[in-house]
């Protein structure tokens, strides 16, 4: 089951935006997501993720700023993005994660990306 990324945009340092991560599949309840972002010349890095449960966990850099969230009822996970500076520029994309309490250890499932959604921050 595919995740597509989708809310990308460009805003201003200190705006907000918010992504969504869509799913088909009348299983998405049972996995948790993840959403990454890489910069360009830089590695993928898990900024968010949340369990099939209520367990969510984030990266330092986003602490306080993003909260992500799922509604099992549309098969989307959002990242809400607040406060955003120019460091948050970057693609962003939402993929099934091996989900740990610490955003260290949690790994995506598989290694398909898709396209994601860029989202790009001016100072």
């Known amino acids: 089951v595919q995740l597509q990324a989708s809310g990308g945009g460009l805003v201003q340092a200190g705006g907000s935006l918010r992504l969504s991560c869509a799913a088909s599949?009348?299983?998405?309840?049972?996995?948790?997501v993840g959403w990454f972002r890489q910069a360009p010349g830089k590695q993928r890095e898990l900024v968010a993720a949340?369990?099939?449960?209520?367990?969510?966990n984030y990266a330092d850099s986003v602490k306080r700023r993003f909260t992500i969230s799922r509604d099992n009822a549309k098969n989307t996970v959002y990242l809400q993005m607040n406060s955003l500076k120019p460091e948050d520029t970057a693609v962003y994309y939402c993929?099934?994660?091996?989900?740990?309490?610490?955003?260290?250890?949690?790994?995506?499932?598989?290694?398909?990306w898709g396209q994601g959604t860029q989202v790009t921050v001016s100072s």
């Open positions: 949340i369990s099939s449960g209520v367990g969510t």
């Open positions: 599949g009348s299983t998405f309840s049972s996995y948790s």
């Open positions: 993929n099934y994660v091996w989900f740990r309490a610490s955003n260290y250890y949690t790994r995506p499932i598989n290694d398909y």
